[in-house]
């Protein structure tokens, strides 16, 4: 059998109708740039839609053709594999707001220049709203699931209790259903290290930097994606992996040089994300995950989020997240629950902390495996 | 009985001789400000050392001439107080290294210009030994205990280590024998963001600002203090304090802002402490952080590092503290045990996180007491 999936297709759309916002404007000419495997069946009833988390790209499951790294889900996304495209027609869009191919802060606003900081600040149901414009356009009522991690997950919880008729199922992985104080905090302490980088220039980098693949402020990106990156991994698998053992010498040199492999490791993930990503991009998601809140949208009540749906959905948590630890999982299923919706649950034991959705966890290929074939 | 201390001092002590560091360098010229409060005893043995935290200082019960907030362990400090300045004399000195009146990389050096980055790389140890200058000019031969919460314990657990005959006990809070990973990864982030700052200059700041107070990279400095402040606090301390509460508004702003509280309070953070705090001390002192690693001091055998004390030791943890877990106590009791000393343990049980040692714990209060007064 072929590693790779059968058929992969990159596309852009650009979308009919101006998106309304939650922030009151409406936004026009969207573009919204997805890949798909697999084939739609003639009944249009197999689509899984595949929500990214923060950081991510529509490349689920092919070549990223910036970085030109495999797929980041290959490893689910794929002939014979859980998410199988022997089976399921699977769609991952790149979302609202980010800078893969689709409209954010990046793109060129009616003036013909960047939105920069004119862009509106979108949320979480925003960016489901472009998902299901795309759904419309690819003809696809009703999905299979919807499935996410992380950010991922919050986009799949929001579009199960906005759009209750557009999918039978979701799955939510290592996810919440509001950003807490402290996850507010952190995500506070990147988007200040961006903006406080002169090169930010109000937002208004974009053509500026004579020497960098995208300019800007590439010193503030790096460390707001050092701080965050921190959250994805456990103590116990920082410990593990790098411990305090010494970067390529064999003592300390008493200087400021990344003399612990930590540091060194930080330093690379700092640099490395700020070839791919747009600083803006980072300040909009990074405040649309903050501003998430799915019992505020219903009254505060969670359940009522969940009122209209009759999707199945299925919780995973990992025991060494700390950043969406189990309790907020749980949390989403006692919502769900009290709304009377059909709902498994599953904490994992992994070592990996947050990125554990991203990594070789086989018990998750299991889990989601089970749950899709249902 | 009044509330203030009933003897405040403040001092300057000039060591005599030069400083041997752990680096291989020698330091000229070191001073040392420190704080004493009581009176000491005719037999000189009833002198307790307080070590402090981070960014911390030595007017540990008398008001910060700097800020103007009272001194930041008042409430453990003074008459009938646990740690009692009508029956022990309290010392606390300026760690070296740092800004407050001992000196550190914005002190001049030979050249009579500031050190800069040409201030050695310190240790927990060299700001040990700091100490011992000090208690020798004091005549002090033996304390009667030093105390200290993180870093402070830090040096508590050096001071034990290393000059064994100079305490009859030890009372380490909050604390750890070696920084972790993550512990290093935070630190980094911090450093980074400092760095990152262009008006940082490579260090060579000092006397090239017009309009700030202490001058330099006051923003990355807020960034590294910001993402610092996080790691003090626990997730449900954040939660109950915060929440997603709004700060001074009915709706979200659709901005960039500080539409929440937690965001405001962690700017504020973040500003205030560039006020008090210098860039290059906070690059020097996490570095001493980071390097201490008690075990590997002592032949890579934590229990080696008490082979030659006699002293008794008392260790404190909380619940919520994630900086500093109790795992950390823990380890060292077990290494503490290994070496044959008395050792007392506690888990204290506080809702702040890391930060508990420095607030209203009254359960901490009756163990430093009891812990003193044996």
């Not at 950010?151 to 992985?173: E, Y």
């Not at 104080?181 to 200040?192: K, L, M, T, Y």
Request: charged letters at 20%.
């Amino acid at each position: 059998m072929a590693t790779a999936p059968i058929k992969t297709t990159t596309t852009v759309l650009d979308l009919p109708d101006p998106l309304s916002l939650d922030c009151g404007r409406s936004l026009e000419n969207v573009r919204i740039a997805y890949e798909t495997y697999g084939e739609l069946n003639a009944a249009r009833d197999n689509a899984i839609f595949i929500a990214h988390a923060l950081t991510g790209d529509h490349y689920v499951a092919s070549p990223n053709p910036i970085t030109g790294k495999p797929g980041w889900w290959l490893r689910m996304v794929g002939p014979g594999k859980p998410i199988d495209t022997d089976r399921f027609f699977v769609i991952c869009a790149n979302v609202l707001g980010s800078c893969m191919g689709s409209t954010g802060p990046a793109s060129s606003g009616p003036d013909g220049v960047p939105y920069a900081m004119d862009f509106p600040v979108i949320t979480i149901r925003d960016m489901v709203r472009g998902h299901v414009a795309l759904l419309d356009a690819l003809g696809i009522e009703r999905l299979h699931s919807v499935v996410g991690g992380s950010m991922g997950g919050m986009q799949a919880l929001s579009l199960a209790a906005n759009f209750p008729d557009r999918t039978a199922s979701a799955l939510i992985i290592a996810s919440t259903a509001r950003h807490s104080a402290q996850n507010i905090a952190f995500h506070e302490v990147g988007r200040q290290a961006i903006m406080a980088d002169p090169e930010w220039r109000e937002g208004n980098y974009y053509g500026h930097s004579e020497n960098a693949k995208k300019g800007g402020p590439e010193k503030g990106l790096a460390v707001a994606r050092m701080a965050a990156h921190i959250t994805y991994l456990s103590e116990t698998g920082l410990t593990e992996k790098f411990g305090r053992n010494l970067q390529d010498r064999a003592e300390k040199t008493f200087g400021f040089d990344a003399d612990f492999q930590v540091e060194s490791y930080l330093r690379h993930q700092g640099l490395s994300f700020t070839d791919r990503f747009d600083a803006n991009s980072y300040l909009y998601i990074t405040r649309a995950m903050d501003y998430f809140d799915l019992a505020e949208e219903h009254g505060g009540i969670l359940a009522s989020a969940f009122a209209q749906t009759d999707a199945r959905f299925c919780l995973i948590s990992f025991d060494t997240d700390w950043l969406y630890p189990t309790a907020e999982s749980r949390n989403i299923v006692h919502a769900l629950n009290a709304a009377g919706a059909p709902v498994s649950f599953v904490e994992l034991s992994a070592p990996f902390g947050h990125d554990s959705f991203l990594l070789d966890v086989p018990s998750l290929d299991r889990v989601i495996d089970g749950f899709l074939k249902q």
